[in-house]
């Protein structure tokens, strides 16, 4: 148990839905972030946020959406994915940005 | 951020030592070396991290060249839960410097 928790654990969506990602921490850290991990591949950092305000989006499509309305709290939001949108989403925070990040379980998303 | 290199996988007998090395020959000297675990499915684990001297902590030991251009993590007594890919990291101490995970080290523990 980390600190980090995240629902859903897994989700399966369409392509035509839209559905959101939640990641809560308990740590009191002020950064949170958002990784994907698709299959037989490294992490990959989506978006970064520190104080409530993105500091980083790795040129991730606008299919998702990121959204930290405080600093337990951050949101993925989806909508109209791709197959190819098929992976492990990861939620992870920080105490400040660039610090030692823990990490959620996880939501398996699958996109049919 | 400096790359690493690290072993593709490794196995190690049941209550043994395990030992992963990690070559970091291009770190420069405000980076650190962080060292994460993945368990199969589950979301990365912080390990442990050291700048130039050697650490230790409950979960391992970090041992780092003189010329800090490689390391090794050192799990003492392995137990099958210890089973998951490790990942070496380098990286600055700062608000910019951001972790990339390689492709890590898939460490087999058996009985």
């Known amino acids: 148990e980390t600190g980090v928790t995240q629902t859903p654990r897994h989700l399966v969506m369409g392509m035509t839905n839209k559905k959101s990602l939640k990641c809560e921490q308990h740590?009191?850290?002020?950064?949170m972030y958002w990784y994907k991990q698709s299959a037989k591949k490294p992490l990959e950092l989506m978006f970064v946020y520190s104080l409530e305000e993105r500091v980083e989006n790795n040129s991730v499509p606008s299919r998702f959406s990121p959204e930290c309305p405080n600093s337990s709290h951050l949101f993925l939001h989806l909508h109209t994915l791709q197959p190819e949108d098929s992976a492990l989403y990861l939620c992870?925070?920080?105490?400040?940005?660039?610090?030692?990040?823990?990490f959620g379980p996880g939501t398996r998303l699958t996109v049919t | 951020d400096a790359k690493t290199t690290q072993p593709t996988s490794m196995d190690c007998a049941e209550g043994r030592a395990a030992n992963l090395p990690c070559n970091h020959s291009?770190?420069?000297?405000?980076?650190?070396v962080y060292w994460y675990r993945q368990i199969h499915s589950q979301g990365p684990q912080y390990i442990i991290h050291?700048?130039?001297n050697n650490e230790t902590n409950e979960m391992a030991s970090l041992i780092i060249t003189e010329d800090r251009k490689s390391s090794t993590l050192i799990l003492p007594h392995a137990t099958l839960r210890d089973t998951a890919v490790y990942y070496c990291i380098v990286k600055e101490d700062s608000s910019a410097s951001k972790i990339i995970f390689g492709s890590g080290t898939r460490l087999s523990i058996r009985p």
């Open positions: 050291g700048l130039k």
């Open positions: 992870a925070s920080s105490l400040t940005s660039g610090q030692v990040q823990y």
């Open positions: 291009t770190i420069s000297g405000n980076e650190y």
């Open positions: 740590l009191g850290h002020n950064a």
